[in-house]
Every structure is written in structure tokens, then in C-alpha cells.
């Protein structure tokens, strides 16, 4: 029922490319599912073109891994790479139909990338962000089209993880969440829908778990492998959380953290000292090949 509603939708907002900002971990995962899975053409943009060399590379990593192990053919691969093209420059962005915003977790520097959005794109474009805790009214409200933003949350790693959280703002039109969901399923993705609170519902549960476990070998409760093990062979999950931490990236993890303490303002949410430390220190985990562990 609830798919014919969402055909509906799609065919007053039909999608021909799509925009991602942030060519980091997360950026360059949804570039690849959206070429794969959804097969759209999609730019990915980058202020910094190192990290564009760097996503390109990984996406041909795991596109080669799968021609290896006979998952996908050469043909195919290729074919979805011709679907990523990449840019330094946002004025290449105004003619995206949706866009999907994957730079650091840090309030001010979004509000200003969605100003810049709103003056360059159409009045119908969907403007989506990958925020893990920050207000989607607050993004929404550095824009003039509040009812065209949105919350879309993947998962890390985009390519694996099913899931997507989608997170309508004050104003988000219901148009526009129906676009939204029909996209993530064409991606290959279950959504799950939150209310604007921090954290939405993955991080307001996800974050305190890490942070608990920061301060666990910070208090010397255990070492840092017993605390992972304790938990990986103990709840059953793929990863401790101190893994988890340096594959999300410490840096985020704390932004993270630093939102839900500020905006819920318990102190239970208090970041750890020692995560500030590490990020301090520069060690942000997987990406900067030092975090609790070293890569
Ligand atoms: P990252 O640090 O790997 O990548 C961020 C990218 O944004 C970098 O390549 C940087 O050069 C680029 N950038 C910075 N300022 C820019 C600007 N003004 N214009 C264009 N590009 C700019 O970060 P990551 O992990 O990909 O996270 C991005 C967002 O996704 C954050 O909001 C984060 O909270 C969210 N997120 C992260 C997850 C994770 O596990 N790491 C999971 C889900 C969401």
C-alpha cells in the first residue's frame, strides 16, 4: 500500500542525478550505492582533492574485490563508475535534482553549505542531510525552503549497512519524505523514521554505549581488549565499541557527544576526557590510522 503511495510521489519529483557533498567515508559510500544500486549518475564534491583521489580509490577497491570474488562483472563495475563524476566546485550543483550532505559533523559549517545550496539550486530540490545528532530544523532554517530539507542517516559502511534513519525537520513537506523514502529503497536500503531530537534514534542510543566504554578504560575498569571482547563475544555484535569508535572516527564521536550534552543537557551525556584527548592528539581513529588501535 504503502509503495504505490511512494510511486506516486516519485513521478512529480523525478530524480536524474544526484549531488553528494563530503567525499569522506560516508560521502563516497552513498556515491557508491546510489551509481550501484539506485544506478543514478551522481557527482560527489570535495573541497579537498585529496579526498576525492582517496574515495575514488576506495570505491575501485571494493568494486575490484567484487570482480575478484565474482560478485558483480568487469562490465558492471565499470559501468557504475562512469556513474561518479566529482567536483571541487558547488556551482556545479545547481542543476541537481537531490543532494545529500556528507561534511563534518560541525552546525556552523553545514548552515553554511545549505545557505549556499538554497541560493544555487531550483526551488524543487531536495536538500538532504547525513548529520548523525545535529537539528535538522536548525540546518533547515539557514535555507528559505525548510519543507525541501531533510534528515537521511546511513550507516557506516554505507555499502554494507541496511539501514537509513530519515528525519523530517519542523517543516519538512511530506512530499518530500516520500521522495526521500522512495530513494532509499531504491538504494537498497530499510528506513526507519525519527523525530528531530539529537542523536535521532541510532545515536541517542549508540553514542552513550561508545562513550561509556571511553570511560570504562579511562577508570581502568578493564584494558582496552577486554572491553571489547567483553562486549563483541558478549552481546554478540561484529565489534566492541572501542572498534566501533575508530571506525565512526573519534572526531565524530565526540561531536556527537559534545550535541547530545549541549542540547539534551544531562550530564550523563558528558563526553569522555580521554576522547577529547585522543581527538586533541589528532588520533581520530581508522582514518587517521591511530585511534584506540592502530590501522
Ligand atoms: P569525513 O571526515 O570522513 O569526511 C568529511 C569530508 O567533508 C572530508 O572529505 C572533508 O574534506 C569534506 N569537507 C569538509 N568541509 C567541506 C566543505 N565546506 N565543502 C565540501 N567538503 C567539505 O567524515 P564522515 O565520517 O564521512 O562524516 C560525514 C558526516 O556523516 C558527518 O556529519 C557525520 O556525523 C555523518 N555520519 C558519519 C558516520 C560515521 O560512522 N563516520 C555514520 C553516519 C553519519
Do not use: W
Not at 510521489?9 to 567525499?23: F, L, R, S, T, W
Not at 577508570?219 to 577486554?226: F, H
Not at 569508535?245 to 550534552?261: P, S
Amino acid at each position: 500500500k504503502f509503495s504505490s503511495l511512494l510511486s506516486k510521489e516519485i513521478k512529480d519529483h523525478e530524480i536524474k542525478q544526484i549531488g553528494v557533498i563530503g567525499a569522506g567515508q560516508m560521502g563516497f559510500g552513498i556515491a557508491l550505492v546510489t551509481a550501484h544500486i539506485a544506478q543514478l549518475p551522481v557527482k560527489v564534491l570535495d573541497s579537498n582533492p585529496k579526498q576525492i583521489e582517496k574515495g575514488s580509490s576506495f570505491v575501485d577497491g571494493l568494486l575490484e574485490k567484487d570482480i575478484v570474488k565474482n560478485r558483480i562483472t568487469r562490465d558492471k563495475a565499470t559501468e557504475t563508475k562512469s556513474r561518479i563524476t566529482t567536483t571541487t566546485s558547488i556551482s556545479e550543483f545547481s542543476t541537481m535534482d537531490f543532494i545529500i550532505e556528507a561534511i563534518p559533523e560541525d552546525v556552523d559549517l553545514k548552515r553554511e553549505i545549505f545557505t549556499k545550496l538554497d541560493q544555487i539550486t531550483s526551488d524543487d530540490t531536495i536538500l538532504a542531510t547525513n548529520t548523525s545528532s545535529i537539528s535538522i530544523t536548525k540546518i533547515a532554517a539557514a535555507t528559505k525552503k525548510p519543507d525541501k530539507v531533510i534528515g537521511m542517516h546511513f550507516m557506516n559502511p554505507v555499502p554494507i549497512m541496511r539501514l537509513v534513519e530519515i528525519i523530517p525537520g519542523l517543516d519538512t513537506s511530506s512530499h518530500t519524505c516520500n521522495v526521500t523514502k522512495k530513494l532509499a529503497t531504491s538504494m537498497g536500503k530499510i528506513f526507519t523514521e525519527s523525530q528531530d531530537v539529537p542523536g535521532f534514534i541510532a545515536n541517542r542510543l549508540l553514542m552513550p554505549y561508545i562513550n561509556e566504554a571511553v570511560i570504562a578504560l579511562e577508570q581502568g575498569i578493564a584494558s582496552r581488549d577486554d572491553i571489547d571482547t567483553t562486549m563483541k563475544l558478549g552481546t554478540n555484535v561484529p565489534m566492541g565499541p572501542l572498534t566501533l569508535a575508530d571506525h565512526i572516527g573519534l572526531d565524530t564521536c565526540l561531536a556527537i557527544m559534545k550535541v547530545l550534552h549541549k542540547e539534551i543537557g544531562d550530564t550523563k551525556y558528558r563526553p569522555a576526557v580521554l576522547l577529547q584527548k585522543y581527538v586533541d592528539a589528532g588520533r581520530l581513529g581508522k582514518k587517521s590510522g591511530k585511534g584506540f588501535y592502530e590501522y
